[in-house]
């Protein structure tokens, strides 16, 4: 009896120190693949990650599961198969770590802002960069919390650009200069990446507000202080300062500057920039019949590149949905296999510790029987998540009528899209400012409402109201917002033909 309380002691014991070895191999592991994803190297952070998460979940390490998850629908978002990174950040959120680790609700909040960025639904995103700011200030990590802001900022000022809205992104882009001041990050190459990256961002907005000499010197700050580290961004700056050539009108100085930009681009491999300069060279190039053979070859170089990363691209997409799919039989396989290894080693013990050994296992198959299960079905999930995009949707269209914003209209059309094209079948003419109001009255705003957002008076209101009757043929008795809501839930006809 005493040597079977030995081994039974030994067996009980044994776990615990195997499970802080795995752990501590798990975080190495994603230590790695967090530096892959930052470098772009998706497929090599992938392949890590995924290895993460087989280790976590056989030794249940759920810091490790949680990471894994975060990593994966990073690499997920960045090569566009956005869905499939919605699916992943969905597990992260229903975990019970989710709510202990802010730089997991940060990246999460991150995350999901680069793919409404990627539906064009601004407000959305902007909204996500917010959470994800707020979350940060709870990151006791300070190099990852110092980097969740940076990332916040950047983005934010980002997402302005892409409106043209110049003063928020000036603001924003000061916001994260004195961010920068605030915080020692010379020794970060990821934060430095972001610095280097800010004065070229600022040199290329003054570009395009015509202060050219302004814009020249944030491109010098820029190339001053790569030359204390990060020198991976020297082809950007010198595609903005060739940029800043062009829009001067010495073309031939802004050759000179994409060539050196192409050059350097060659040297660190950056594909998709080197097709884009390629580009640039030969637009410019082809307008003289001295160069135009040289332009000849930029575009062709531009052709075999471009239709190289669009094998490449799809090269990657295939492989990350094949090691998706992989995944579950392989985990099923190993698992399979370790329960065969265990089973033959306790069959040399004691028949009382072989029937213990055997039940102990069977629980716990039943428990990784649980896991893939949650693991094969997420439908449910993703339909949940969509339903909450749809409010949030629905909550900003409705803010952005309270605040009579030019936004307003495009992402009325894209919510409710059935509306806007019964609309134009009834009058194809429409004017912007007319689907505007019936837009209001679809919402069912009343008068008083309408002449609030609209800066009018309700006299203004009911005297077009009169008016969309009269042309619309509204009945008298109808209710105004509920004829105009029966275009979608009752069908239109067309009276143009009587």
Request: proline fraction near 1%; glycine fraction near 2%; charged fraction near 25%.
């Amino acid at each position: 009896m005493r040597l079977i309380y030995i081994i039974f002691l030994s067996i009980s014991i044994t776990p615990l120190f195997s499970q802080n070895k795995s752990s501590n191999k798990v975080d190495s592991l994603l230590k790695i693949s967090f530096q892959q994803v930052s470098e772009l190297k998706f497929i090599e952070s992938l392949k890590l990650s995924e290895k993460a998460l087989q280790l976590s979940l056989e030794t249940e390490y759920q810091k490790g599961t949680i990471y894994s998850y975060l990593y994966i629908a990073w690499v997920l978002q960045e090569v566009g198969l956005k869905m499939d990174a919605l699916e992943y950040i969905q597990k992260i959120e229903d975990d019970s770590y989710f709510m202990e680790d802010a730089f997991v609700q940060a990246e999460t909040h991150r995350l999901k802002g680069r793919i409404a960025s990627s539906q064009r639904l601004y407000s959305l995103e902007k909204q996500y960069y917010l959470k994800q700011l707020e979350v940060s200030e709870h990151i006791v990590d300070m190099k990852k919390r110092n980097l969740s802001i940076t990332m916040a900022y950047f983005y934010i000022q980002h997402l302005y650009a892409k409106q043209n809205n110049i003063d928020s992104v000036e603001v924003y882009q000061d916001l994260l200069m004195n961010h920068f001041s605030n915080n020692d990050i010379n020794n970060d190459s990821i934060r430095s990446y972001y610095y280097i990256s800010l004065y070229a961002d600022k040199g290329l907005l003054y570009k395009n507000l015509g202060r050219y000499d302004e814009a020249a010197e944030q491109l010098d700050k820029s190339l001053e202080y790569m030359q204390n580290g990060n020198s991976s961004l020297l082809f950007y700056i010198l595609q903005v300062y060739g940029d800043l050539e062009v829009a001067r009108g010495d073309t031939m100085r802004a050759i000179a500057y994409y060539k050196e930009a192409l050059n350097h681009s060659l040297n660190v491999n950056i594909n998709h920039k080197t097709m884009y300069l390629h580009k640039r060279i030969s637009d410019l190039l082809i307008h003289d019949e001295l160069t135009i053979d040289e332009a000849k070859d930029h575009l062709r170089e531009y052709k075999i590149i471009s239709d190289s990363l669009e094998r490449h691209n799809k090269m990657l997409s295939d492989f990350i949905l094949s090691e998706i799919v992989k995944e579950k039989d392989e985990d099923s396989s190993i698992r399979i296999k370790i329960f065969i290894y265990v089973v033959v080693g306790l069959l040399s013990l004691t028949i009382l510790l072989g029937v213990f050994l055997i039940f102990r296992n069977r629980r716990h198959k039943r428990r990784l029987m649980r896991k893939n299960r949650q693991l094969e079905s997420t439908t449910e999930k993703i339909e949940l998540l969509e339903e909450e995009l749809e409010s949030n949707i629905y909550e900003d269209i409705v803010e952005l009528a309270k605040s009579n914003s030019p936004e307003f209209l495009p992402l009325f059309e894209k919510g409710y899209p059935e509306f806007v094209s019964a609309m134009r079948n009834l009058n194809p003419s429409i004017r912007s400012s007319e689907l505007y109001f019936c837009a209001l009255a679809y919402l069912n705003f009343s008068t008083k409402d309408i002449a609030d957002f609209t800066f009018v008076t309700i006299r203004a209101v009911q005297v077009r109201r009169n008016r969309l009757r009269k042309k619309y043929d509204i009945p008298s008795e109808a209710d105004f917002n509920e004829w105009f809501r029966g275009l979608v839930n009752e069908g239109f006809v067309d009276k143009s033909s009587n």
